[in-house]
């Protein structure tokens, strides 16, 4: 592991002075330098894909397969979509409003909110630094990345790449912890959009009401998976399985615990055997054939691992541990709601199964905890759509897979309640950094029907402009 | 609870957030026609007191009933007969369009309640500043408290009273007091906190909902200055800029705070302005048939007295005042950037003129400044006006008018910066309140196709470049 170099205080102030003059400047406005920008961060990824895989494997253990479907074809996706669309979002919106006012030029003026500083955590460093930039850059609005230290090698080669692909007038990386964090988060900001836990999401989210920046906060939570009567088990099995593999169980949507019907969970725990000797046909995950990579770092790793030592459920598959590094893949069964694997979400490779009586006790167990990112079912009985939609809360609802919405870039993506609030993905990521301004613009000649208006007020004059009132409310 | 002064004692506040959960988790308020029929009981509401409201609002600040019936219950009502007409579009869910290969793919976004909301309400335009963010709570299916101020007393308990009237006692509950009921209704966890006020107060709140990861909408003030061209009408400017600023005395979040002004057309705008003043005010000021309104309390009206005592501007028109409630609009020109009048919003009724060159020179002060709620401008120069898009930022920007655009409700209303952040009116208001769901719902049969089967463990090589197929495509030039 690389010792991160950290940006001086006094560079931290000279990036924001800089950044703060490109903005006024409107340097960042023109669609044609956005759409530049744009190609260029694609093209950072497509010419440095390997020197981000070899980081991600350096720093996590990441398999690069996961490196390439989840972050950088995703950052080269969103980057392209945001460059075809982008003039599109800008367009001032002609509002259509009441007949006798239409003469206003009534328009709502998409502006960049201002210079964004965007924090990123440390399990997928690349694309939640990046694909937030995308929106970002779409906007308009200059940008300070600041991606977590915790993956020093990841946060090195994104401070090495990005001048070198990215307007430096615009575009800069501060690196550091605490310190520098605090620095970048004592000064007003157009907007702020962090990524990470809910804690730390506090302090970014207070320290910003100070100077009254607006935030995003993706946060994450406990996701529930569901099992429902009529489900494919194997399917099942299979599906949470990999969610939860994906990045050793360190994703913000991992499938965190699941809830089988007691009388499936014999058929539930075969399932989940046989996905499992599917995916890890070697003896233990930890083999190295497995790939599997690591926690990522050894305080991570004591807290998942002290929450499996003090399970008082039953280890299925898995559990083996290697050092202070990685932890296999492990399905626990007969978990109660107050086992230690229940208490915090567990960012980590460990599955709990809680065996319910039904649904119903599903979603009172649910409805107990707050509202996670993600509620995961499987199903296909349309009134358990319709209980989970109207009886539980959370970012987003997902039926018969795992994870997979994190592609379906067409929709927001974000938290509710303690999981954030705010959401991105195309537009979405562009609304998040614009700041829609209303105008309108009265025409001189209004004054002829605006005589009502103007003082000495009379009951003629009140009866006219209150008129309103007196329309019929609907009876239903 | 006392029904007489309608508050709630603090041990029966502690309990009104949990009644409110259990209301929501019930799911009670989710059923559109659940909904209308709020929305229809509060129609009822407005139509069926709007005296009383007058009164109340006469009690509390003077406020004249046209200013009543104009600014306050008309939009109210307005935002209900919009809630009325659009909910059902509104809380429809959307079906997204997706890439072809995923078109089969169940890919909607549910608009669902964040949760319970807690509306604060200041003391300037207390019924509409409570009663129009309700209707879009209201609409998105949250059950809310909502807290007036309680510099508005009359408005405040009438307030209490009537909703406990009309609206579902276990859904929509106001709760008033002071800084100690409001402490205790912030100390629990909302889902959606909805404030108008001033910035000090704001940054409080942004900073206790930060604690709970609540959202918020803050309707926020701050000095909204106007633009004067050379090549305005002035006639048409003066009477514009002086019906703005009379508005409830100048106490208004969008209030124009202070005119720049070309010095070549200074003299005419001075004269222009003392037209429409003898056009507004044929009689005395002060005379019970002006219905001059007042300064809230005392403490206010001796800030802004403060501020007019220590220009060093000079007063051409008006400068009297009442007692310790109320100061007659005035106008005071030859005000330099640094003073007294230019330290603070003003919230009342006097006009600073800056004289500048011109009115560039206007604009890139403007454009140093804070963000404003509103920016106003007179001119027909489609150049000017592109510049005022470019290089400056506020809320809204106005051309040709001032105060109008809040009776403009299709268009978003909100802050930028230091004057705030979200935005309601319209389909804005039920938005503020409302989560979009993402709902997906994915095929069992892909797990036989060799994309996805490539998903899973153990990874391939050629797993691996099937999915980074893209890193060769070729990019566009520009």
Known sequence: MSTLQHTSLAEVEQIYTRLQRTFKDGTTRPIAYRRKQLLQLARMFQENAAAIEQAEYTDLGKPKQEVAIAETSGVIESALFAAEHL????????????????????????????????????????????????????????????????????????????????????????????????????????????????????????????????????????????????????????????????????????????????????????????????????????????????????????????????????????????????????????????????????????????????????????????????????????????????????????????????????????????????????????????????????????EAMFGARYRPYSEEKYALMTQSIHSKIPEE | MDTDSHYFTIAEIEEIPARLRKTFRSGKTLPVAYRRQQLIQFGRMVQENRSAIEEALKKDMGKPRFEAGTAELVPTFTSIITALNNIEEWATPEKRKVEEWRSDWETMVYPVPKGCALI??????????????????????????????????????????????????????????????????????????????????????????????????????????????????VEITARRVLWGKVQNCGQLCVSPDHVYVPRSIIPAFTEALKRAHAHFYPEQVFNKSMEWGKMIHCDHHNRVMRQLEQTVGTVVLGGEVEGDTKIAPTIVTGIPLDDALMEAEIFGPILPIIPVDNVEEAINLIAEGPSPLVIYAFTNDEALQKRLIRETRSGSLVINDTYIQLLVYELPFGGFGESGNGTYFGKHSFDAFTHRRSFLHVPTSLDSTPLFQARYPPYTQQGYDAFTAILNTKLPES
């Not at chain 1, 998976?225 to 050793?248: H, M, P």
């Not at chain 1, 399905?331 to 229940?342: A, E, F, H, I, N």
């Not at chain 1, 195309?426 to 829609?436: G, L, Q």
Request: aromatic share 8%; charged share 20%.
């Open chain 1, 87 to 446: 003039e599109e979002w800008s367009r001032p919106e002609k509002v259509q409003v009441e007949e006798w006012r239409s003469s206003w030029d009534t328009t709502v003026y998409k502006t960049p909110k201002g210079v964004a500083l965007i924090i990123s955590p440390w399990n997928y460093p690349f694309i939640l630094t990046f694909n937030p930039l995308v929106g970002a850059i779409a906007a308009g609005c200059p940008t300070v990345l600041k991606p977590s230290e915790v993956v020093p090698t990841c946060a090195a080669l994104i401070a090495s790449l990005v001048p070198k692909y990215l307007d430096s007038e615009a575009y800069a990386v501060v690196n550091g912890a605490v310190t520098e964090t605090t620095a970048l988060l004592d000064k007003p900001w157009g907007h702020i959009f962090f990524t990470g836990g809910g804690k730390i999401g506090k302090i970014i989210a207070t320290k910003a009401a100070q100077t009254l920046t607006p935030v995003t906060l993706e946060l994450g939570g406990k996701s529930p998976v569901v099992i429902d009567e009529d489900c494919d088990l194997q399917l099942a099995a299979r599906r949470i399985l990999y969610g939860k593999t994906q990045n050793s169980g360190q994703l913000c949507v991992s499938p965190d615990h699941v809830y089988v019907p007691r009388h499936l969970v014999a058929d539930f725990k075969e399932a989940v055997k046989v996905a499992y000797s599917t995916f890890f046909p070697s003896e233990t995950a930890l083999h190295p054939n497995s790939h599997w990579g690591n926690i990522v770092n050894p305080s991570h790793h004591s807290r998942v691992k002290g929450l499996l030592d003090r399970t008082l459920g039953e280890i299925l598959v898995g559990g083996q541990v290697d050092g202070a590094k990685r932890i296999a893949p492990t399905v626990v069964t007969g978990v109660k709601p107050d086992d230690s694997l229940m208490e915090e979400e567990i960012f980590g490779p460990i599955l709990p199964i809680l065996e319910v009586e039904n649904l119903d006790e599903t979603i009172k167990l649910i409805s107990n905890g707050s509202s996670p990112l993600v509620i995961y079912a499987f199903t296909n009985n349309e009134e358990t759509k319709e209980k989970l939609l109207n009886r539980t809360t959370s970012g987003s609802l997902v039926f018969n897979d795992t994870t997979i919405q994190l592609a379906v870039h067409e929709m927001p993506f974000g938290g509710h309640g303690e999981s954030g609030y705010g959401a991105y993905y195309d537009k979405n990521s562009f609304d998040t950094f614009t700041h829609k301004r209303s105008s309108i613009n009265v025409p001189a000649a209004a």
């Open chain 2, 120 to 233: 604060i309400a200041p003391w300037n335009y207390p019924f509409v500043l409570a009663f129009n963010p309700l209707a879009g709570a209201i609409a998105a299916g949250c059950p809310a408290v909502i807290k007036p101020s309680e510099h508005s007393p009359t408005v405040a308990a009438l307030s209490a009273k009537l909703v406990r009237q009309y609206l579902d006692p276990e859904a929509y509950i106001v709760v008033n007091g002071g800084i100690p009921e409001t402490t205790v209704l912030l100390n629990h966890r909302w889902d959606h906190i909805f404030y108008t006020g001033n910035p000090t107060v704001g940054r409080i709140v942004a900073e206790v909902a930060a604690k709970h990861l609540t959202s918020t909408t803050l309707e926020l003030g701050g000095k909204s200055p106007v633009v004067v061209a050379e090549d305005c009408d």
